[in-house]
Nanobody, 111 residues
Framework: QVQLVESGGGLVQPGGSLRLSCAAS????????MGWYRQAPGKQREWVAG???????NYADSVKGRFSISRDPAKTTVYLQMNNLKLEDTAVYYC?????WGQGTKVTVSS
């Protein structure tokens, strides 16, 4: 059973914007907080943003003010809006909830 599915990755220029989506099963969406992580080439996976079941958000310092996490209950989907993208944002982005991970979606920031 696929429970988390990311989409929305692609190629974008520095300063551009991109919105990632994480479609979750209803049981996961209603029960757990969600988070976004990323893993750049040659680096370890790092936490990017979190959204609690109560709606509280938090961000890594590297993306604060540029990224925002949100949810759409009607679609049981969590989003990561990425603005003013930088070269170092290039990574595979993963959706996470409890012990579950999505398959990842690749974001490449390049001029």
């Amino acid at each position: 059973q696929v429970q988390l599915v990311e989409s929305g990755g692609g190629l974008v220029q520095p300063g551009g914007s991109l919105r990632l989506s994480c479609a979750a099963s209803g049981s996961i969406f209603s029960r757990y907080g969600m988070g976004w992580y990323r893993q750049a080439p040659g680096k370890q996976r790092e936490w990017v943003a979190g959204l609690t079941i109560g709606g509280y958000t938090n961000y890594a310092d590297s993306v604060k003010g540029r990224f925002s996490i949100s949810r759409d209950p009607a679609k049981t989907t969590v989003y990561l809006q990425m603005n003013n993208l930088k070269l170092e944002d290039t990574a595979v982005y993963y959706c996470h909830a409890a012990t579950m991970w999505g398959q990842g979606t690749k974001v490449t920031v390049s001029s």
